[in-house]
């Protein structure tokens, strides 16, 4: 049974079919806005006095934001806006990947699977198994033999680049090395490519997802670099295209107004990211499945 990448297409859109699925994307959209409205609320505190001048009119501020300024003071408020922003980025982050995470679990009960038990910590891992599997394919292919190319090349384009300043013709050793390193990891995000529909459907550590991962996934790479492409293009229709439609049709008529434009274009970026959330969780599941029935016919056919 070969790879079929329009039944995991089409379970992508596959929550359209279900109401339950409005509460996950009003969840996200509820986690965005008030991110934004926390952020200008900041902004509003710490830097009132700079963005009336701003709103005077483009000539007009220029003349007179560098006059109003105390860059003592100014400093000081920015470090001040950052100590209040980090800390909600951070909350907002755990929000989304929480939300992210409901949205996976409602694919799979939808695909007929059932989930493992979730709770905080559940969560938390699932956080650091994101960061682990982006230093993995950076730095720990999970393959022996790809794992040594990696950190050769690595190595190589290292010492290089540093050989550059004593030998500019260094620079086309650095090349080739760093082509290769830059293949690998491209190579290892692939095989990671399902790590969260499997952390959150059995009950394995992080190694042991990352691992499965690449159990999955062995001598399925070009299927997976397939969904990945389909995944990108989706991704630029639910969430560029529209944007750049906007850019071309609604923007030019806000010329003369440049804050409500960029009101405008990042309240349609908001409302676009939760639709592509709820895509994504369900598109990912359906990849999963499908390769989970290829090794599953495969074990069968070995037998």
């Given at each position: 049974m070969p790879f079929k990448i329009e039944d995991a297409l089409r379970y992508g859109f596959a929550w359209i079919e279900d109401r339950e699925s409005l509460k996950y994307i009003l969840l996200?959209?509820?986690?965005?806005?008030?991110?934004?409205?926390?952020?200008?609320?900041?902004?509003?505190?710490?830097?009132?006095?700079?963005?009336?001048?701003?709103?005077m009119g483009e000539s007009t501020s220029a003349a007179f934001l560098p006059l109003a300024l105390d860059w003592q003071e100014f400093i000081?408020?920015?470090?001040?806006?950052?100590?209040?922003?980090?800390?909600i980025l951070i909350i907002s982050g755990?929000?989304?990947?929480?939300?992210?995470?409901?949205?996976?679990?409602?694919?799979?009960?939808?695909?007929?699977?059932?989930?493992?038990?979730f709770s905080f910590i559940k969560l938390i891992r699932l956080i650091i198994m994101g960061i682990a599997a982006s230093l993995a394919a950076l730095f720990y292919s999970f393959d022996k033999t790809f794992r040594i190319i990696q950190w050769l090349s690595?190595?190589?384009?290292?010492?290089?680049?540093?050989?550059?300043?004593?030998?500019?013709?260094?620079?086309?050793?650095?090349?080739?090395f760093l082509l290769i390193y830059i293949i690998i990891v491209i190579y290892n995000f692939l095989r990671l490519f399902i790590t969260e529909p499997i952390f959150l459907?059995?009950?394995?550590?992080?190694?042991?997802?990352?691992?499965?991962?690449f159990e999955i996934t062995q001598d399925e790479i070009w299927n997976v670099f397939l969904a990945a492409l389909v995944l990108?293009?989706?991704?630029?229709?639910?969430?560029?295209?529209?944007?750049?439609?906007?850019?071309y049709t609604v923007l030019p008529m806000l010329s003369s107004q440049p804050?409500?434009?960029?009101?405008?274009?990042?309240?349609?970026?908001?409302?676009?990211a939760?639709?592509?959330?709820m895509f994504n969780a369900f598109y990912k599941v359906g990849v999963y499945t499908e390769l989970l029935s290829l090794k599953k016919q495969s074990a069968t056919a070995g037998i």
């Open positions: 996200n959209l509820a986690v965005q806005l008030a991110t934004g409205a926390a952020t200008i609320l900041l902004l509003l505190m710490f830097f009132q006095q700079y963005l009336s001048l701003l709103f000081s408020k920015v470090i001040m806006f950052f100590a209040f922003l980090i800390p755990v929000a989304l990947a929480y939300v992210q995470a409901l949205m996976v679990l409602f694919a799979l009960r939808k695909k007929g699977l059932k989930p493992a038990s690595l190595f190589g384009s290292i010492v290089s680049i540093l050989l550059i300043r004593l030998l500019p013709l260094f620079i086309f050793l650095a090349l080739p459907h059995e009950e394995l550590g992080i190694i042991e997802t990352l691992k499965k991962s990108m293009v989706v991704s630029y229709i639910l969430n560029q295209l529209p944007l750049e439609l906007l850019k804050t409500l434009a960029l009101i405008v274009s990042s309240l349609v970026a908001i409302l676009l939760p639709i592509f959330a």
